[in-house]
């Protein structure tokens, strides 16, 4: 059974940080790309970040460029969002997602290149 739990998530004055983190199960987590998007109340869901199967290859949406770093380790099956300098517009509902195999990486910033995703976290930053 394939299972994506993401956790970490929780209230933040702005300038604070946190870190979520999505555990996974049930595929092989090692040879999947993965990603974080994130939503609002009636917007739709936006690309975060993505990481490759081989870690060499990270991308960041331009709103959060220089502020999350998303990372993993293939030994706990557990992919993080490191998130610093948090803003008010960062609050959002959390999500990671799966592209088993990578077999959508060129399309991977789209919610259509995931197969899998998790039920979310939610982050609420305090102005």
């Known amino acids: 059974q394939v299972q994506l739990v993401e956790s970490g998530g929780g209230l933040v004055q702005a300038g604070g940080s946190l870190k979520l983190s999505c555990a996974v199960a049930?595929?092989?987590?090692?040879?999947?790309?993965m990603g974080w998007f994130r939503q609002v109340p009636g917007k739709e869901r936006e690309f975060v970040a993505r990481i490759s199967v081989s870690e060499s290859v990270t991308n960041y949406a331009d709103s959060v460029k220089g502020r999350f770093t998303i990372s993993r380790d293939n030994a706990k099956n557990t992919m993080y969002l490191q998130m610093n300098s948090l803003k008010a517009e960062d609050t959002a509902i959390y999500y990671c997602?799966?592209?088993?195999?990578?077999?959508?990486?060129?399309?991977?910033?789209?919610?259509?290149?995931?197969?899998?995703w998790g039920q979310g976290t939610q982050v609420t930053v305090s102005s």
């Open positions: 997602a799966a592209d088993p195999w990578g077999r959508n990486w060129l399309s991977s910033s789209s919610t259509n290149a995931y197969a899998y």
């Open positions: 049930g595929f092989t987590f090692s040879s999947s790309a």
